[in-house]
């Protein structure tokens, strides 16, 4: 020919196909830090619940009519069964606040003309932490330990009988129907204990949440007053053969939590799931084995044998002068095995680790011979 095209580029092109163009540089943002304070509004570990089981649907009420059959016969069907109300547990979730005071299961449907059944409503799941239980009038009527246990808080009601129900050779067209049945309404109580391995006791600054923090991952506040910590926090202590070991740090404990003093009662009752205990003593303070006494005392008054669970006494902020005066002293005092280490510094966290396997691979064979399903994390 005796041109030829000329394809002309004014500028860049309006879209690309390759990878790095159309790629977006995406940051990832990391969450912001909450402090202990504003982590309490989100911690909720009692709850009072309202719960609703779905209504049935109605019965259907028709007659059967098509052309060179007009006596056809009654043809409603009946209406469908409401949902149940179920809680579940789910490892997930930690506190009892994203559950809310009242639930209502789903209505069944109508039942139809030709004979056709309404459909059952489907079941509302509530998602509540592992450890949960569920109390009615005072009494616990469950106890959700396991990942993927439920219950059944309500029932929904029964679906309506439609007028085929009742077709008999005395009656050939019966009119009648009935409603759906409602569902069962209850008022529960939902109340969280933490599910853990070991469990950190000890009095205010004593050092549980620094202690936590070198063993896991957790990240508890730490500051130099009293009651830093005001919800409980669970850390994972990983092994090389893969092995989680659970220790929750309970809130900071005062002579006569048992009395509801202090936190008292509201966090004594997270200690009643752990398998082992771990008692944080502050060796800087004059005659630290005091301690020790008053928080077995505290345990026993609150729930007779709590005290006399496997256990192991921990003497905390070891670099300091006065705490290696105290330690014979303690050792002396103390029929438990007494590992001083140091939070702040790291000294002989070692003994610790190696001594909190001893106590899970105990608590391992103790279960299996008897039968029972283990804590795993």
Not at 215 to 231: D, E, G, Q
Not at 233 to 238: A, D, E, N, P, S
Request: charged share 20%; hydrophobic share 35%; with cysteine.
């Amino acid at each position: 020919s005796p041109w030829k095209p000329v394809l002309l580029q004014l500028g860049p092109p309006a879209f690309s196909t390759t990878r790095g163009r159309c790629a977006k540089d995406r940051r990832l943002r990391q969450k912001r830090a909450i402090s202990e304070r504003q982590l309490t509004r989100y911690f909720v570990d009692q709850r009072k619940v309202r719960v609703v089981g779905g209504q049935g649907g109605e019965g259907g009420h028709s007659f059967h009519s098509e052309p060179r059959k007009v006596f056809g016969g009654p043809d409603g069907g009946n209406g469908g069964d409401g949902g149940h109300v179920i809680f579940k547990a789910d490892q997930q979730m930690k506190s009892l606040s994203a559950v809310f005071p009242f639930y209502q299961g789903f209505h069944g449907e109508r039942g139809g003309s030709k004979n056709c059944y309404g459909a059952n409503g489907a079941h509302l799941y509530v998602k509540v932490p592992v450890g949960t239980l569920v109390k009615e009038d005072g009494k616990v009527v469950a106890d959700l330990t396991q990942h993927g246990e439920e219950y059944i808080a309500a029932y929904g009601g029964a679906g309506g009988k439609g007028n085929r129900f009742f077709l008999s050779n005395e009656n050939r067209a019966p009119k009648s129907f009935t409603p759906g049945e409602p569902g069962q309404q209850r008022v529960l109580h939902l109340e969280l204990k933490t599910t853990a391995h070991a469990g950190l006791v000890g009095f205010p600054n004593a050092g549980k949440s620094s202690l936590l923090r070198a063993i896991s991952r957790a990240k508890p506040a730490v500051a130099a007053y009293p009651f830093t910590t005001l919800n409980p926090h669970v850390g994972i202590v990983h092994y090389q053969d893969y092995e989680q070991v659970a220790v929750a740090d309970i809130p900071g404990l005062i002579k006569g939590a048992h009395q509801n003093r202090g936190l008292g009662m509201a966090f004594l009752k997270h200690i009643e799931r752990c398998r082992f205990l771990l008692y944080v003593l502050d060796l800087s303070v004059p005659q630290p084995w005091v301690q020790l006494q008053d928080l077995q005392c505290e345990l026993e008054a609150y729930e007779k044998g709590l005290s006399e669970r496997p256990c192991v006494v921990i003497g905390n902020k070891i670099d300091l002068a006065q705490s290696r005066i105290n330690l014979p002293l303690l050792r002396e005092r103390v029929a438990a095995r007494v590992i001083a280490l140091s939070a702040l510094t790291g000294d002989n966290l070692e003994e610790l680790l190696m001594h909190l396997r001893e106590l899970y691979d105990t608590y391992v064979k103790t279960e299996q011979s008897r039968g029972q399903s283990l804590v795993k994390w």
